[in-house]
């Protein structure tokens, strides 16, 4: 369970942000030259229902330390 940082209400999680108009998702990568071989992982993205604070974070955090 995520809280909110702002207001630190219960967050709305496993919600997705794509780019409008398109079907396409984001990936997030450690380094840009890096895109297409070591991908975190899709982000994840919570939204607060109380202030509308939307946070974005990766699922597997150890995933990224295994990149860098
Ligand atoms: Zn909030």
Known sequence: MRR???CNT???ENCS???QNSA???DLATDERRLFNKRIGKPQVA???ACG???IYIEN???LNETL
């Open 4 to 6: 909110c940082l702002r």
């Open 53 to 55: 604070e939307v946070s």
């Open 10 to 12: 219960e967050m709305i």
């Open 24 to 26: 396409y998702g984001i």
């Open 17 to 19: 942000i794509k780019v």
């Open 47 to 49: 939204i607060c229902p």
């Open 61 to 63: 955090p150890k995933a």
